[in-house]
C-alpha cells in the first residue's frame, strides 16, 4: 500500500453562501500550500468574487458558480510563489483525470480540487491509499481518498472514503451541464501530464436483506479497528474512553431519476462524548463511520468541523406540522424515512435529510431542520 496524507496543512473550512463551495475549496487550497510560509489566508468573499472574473465568458457556460477556468485563474491569482503553476485536468475518462491528480499530488505535495456529482459540488482531496505509488506508466487502485468538503455550511466534513465508494458514489458520472466541459470529469491540479490511469474495485451495493442496527455498529467497530481509523489523528477521539456509539441511522440513497429502480442503502454509524449534549439533550455527533446496509463493507468514516447533531423523526416532524400549520399529532403517522441524494440540499452523505409523506404530499427537511417542497439539481460548481 502506498499512501500520501497532505491534511495536516489544508484548513478544512466551510462554504459561507450556497453557491460558495468552489470559494471555499480555493480558500482551502490557497491556505494549504506544502510550504508554511507559502500559505496565505483569503477571505471566502475575497475568493468568490476573485473567482467570478475569470469564469468562462464562452455563453455556452453560462450559469456556474465556480466553473474550472474560473477557480484555477482564481488560485494562480493569489500571490503564488514563483513555480507554481495551477492547470485544469479535464477529460471524458475518469481513470485518467483521477491519476493526473493523484500522480502531481504525490509528486508537489499541493491539494487539488475537483468536481463532483455530474459537475453539481466542489470538494478538495487531501489525501490518498493506493496498491502501489501513482508514477508515471503506472495503473494504481485506488484503495481510499480523503476529502475536505465545504458543506455543510459554515461547518465543512473531513472525509475517508473507500476507493470502491468514491467509484461509485462522488465520482459516478461526467458533467451534465452543457457547456466546455459536458460529458468530461475535471479537476484543479498544481500542474503537466503523465501517462497512466487509477482504477478501484466495483462493489453491488444492492442487497436482499438489510442489516439490523445491532449489526452496523458491530461492523464500524470492526474497521474501526481492521483500518485503524483511531490512530488518524483526525478521528482519535474514537479511542477516547468517554466517547461512545449513538443510534445507527438507516439511509436510502438515490438520485434524482431513481424512480422505480433500485437503490442502495448504508448505515451511518455516530460517534460522541458520553456527556456532550446539545439543544433538546440530543447527543453531539463528533465522527461518523457509514457501511453497506447490505454487506457491512466500509464506505466512509467523517468527521465535522464542528460538533453536530443528527434531527430526530419527532423534530422533522414538528418542522413539517408548523408549516402545515396542523397540529403534530396530526401527522404521527406520516412515513419518514431518512433519504440521501446529491442535490441542492445537500452533498454530503453524512447529512441525510427527512423525506416525509403526509397523505399524498411529500416534504424534505434538512438536519439543520429547514423545510423542502422539492428536490432540486445543484447548480454548476454550487
Same mark, same amino acid.
Given at each position: ?205 444492492? /442487497?436482499?436483506? @438489510?442489516?439490523?442496527?445491532?449489526? #452496523?455498529?458491530?461492523?464500524? !467497530? *470492526?474497521? %474501526?479497528?481492521?483500518?485503524?481509523? &483511531? ?82 423523526? /419527532?423534530?422533522? @416532524?414538528?418542522?413539517?406540522?408548523? #408549516?402545515?400549520?396542523?397540529? !403534530? *399529532?396530526? %401527522?404521527?403517522?406520516?412515513?419518514? &424515512? ?45
Amino acid at each position: 500500500m502506498y499512501t500520501r496524507d497532505l491534511s495536516a496543512n489544508v484548513p478544512l473550512y466551510g462554504q459561507e453562501q450556497c453557491c460558495w463551495c468552489g470559494a471555499a475549496s480555493g480558500q482551502m487550497i490557497r491556505n494549504g500550500y506544502p510550504n508554511a510560509a507559502d500559505r496565505l489566508f483569503y477571505t471566502q468573499l475575497d475568493v468568490w468574487n476573485t473567482i467570478q472574473t475569470f469564469n468562462s465568458a464562452s455563453p455556452a457556460d453560462a450559469g456556474w458558480c465556480t466553473d474550472p477556468f474560473g477557480l484555477r485563474d482564481c488560485l494562480q491569482s493569489l500571490a503564488n510563489p514563483a513555480g507554481v503553476h495551477w492547470v485544469v485536468f479535464s477529460g471524458a475518462s475518469r481513470d485518467w483525470v483521477l491519476f493526473q491528480m493523484l500522480y502531481w499530488m504525490n509528486t508537489r505535495e499541493y491539494p487539488s480540487a475537483v468536481l463532483i456529482n455530474e459537475g453539481e459540488h466542489w470538494v478538495v482531496i487531501v489525501g490518498f491509499t493506493t496498491d502501489v505509488e501513482p508514477l508515471a506508466g503506472t495503473s494504481p487502485v485506488l484503495q481510499s481518498i480523503i476529502i475536505h468538503d465545504p458543506e455543510p455550511h459554515n461547518v465543512g466534513t473531513d472525509t475517508l472514503m473507500s476507493g470502491a465508494q468514491w467509484f461509485s458514489g462522488p465520482w459516478n458520472g461526467a458533467i451534465r451541464f452543457a457547456g466546455t466541459w459536458l460529458g468530461q470529469y475535471a479537476a484543479v491540479v498544481e500542474p503537466p501530464t503523465e501517462r497512466g490511469s487509477v482504477k478501484a474495485e466495483i462493489v453491488d451495493r444492492i /442487497g436482499d436483506r @438489510l442489516l439490523s442496527p445491532e449489526e #452496523a455498529l458491530k461492523y464500524a !467497530r *470492526r474497521w %474501526i479497528a481492521e483500518l485503524r481509523l &483511531a490512530e488518524n489523528p483526525r478521528y482519535r477521539l474514537l479511542r477516547h474512553e468517554e466517547v461512545e456509539a449513538l443510534e445507527p441511522a438507516l439511509v436510502r440513497e438515490e438520485l434524482l431519476d431513481a424512480e422505480g429502480k433500485e437503490v442502495a442503502h448504508y448505515y451511518i454509524v455516530p460517534f460522541g462524548f458520553r456527556h456532550d449534549l446539545r439543544e433538546c439533550g440530543a447527543r453531539a455527533v463528533r465522527v461518523a463511520v457509514l457501511v453497506n446496509a447490505y454487506t457491512g463493507n466500509f464506505e466512509e468514516v467523517t468527521a465535522f468541523g464542528r460538533p453536530m447533531r443528527f434531527l430526530s423523526r /419527532g423534530e422533522a @416532524l414538528n418542522v413539517v406540522a408548523g #408549516a402545515m400549520h396542523v397540529d !403534530r *399529532r396530526e %401527522i404521527e403517522q406520516a412515513q419518514a &424515512a431518512l433519504m440521501f441524494v446529491h442535490s441542492d440540499i445537500t452533498h454530503v452523505r453524512t447529512m441525510p435529510f427527512w423525506r416525509v409523506m403526509v397523505a399524498d404530499r411529500v416534504v424534505y427537511v434538512d438536519q439543520l431542520g429547514k423545510l423542502y417542497g422539492k428536490l432540486l439539481p445543484s447548480l454548476a460548481g454550487d
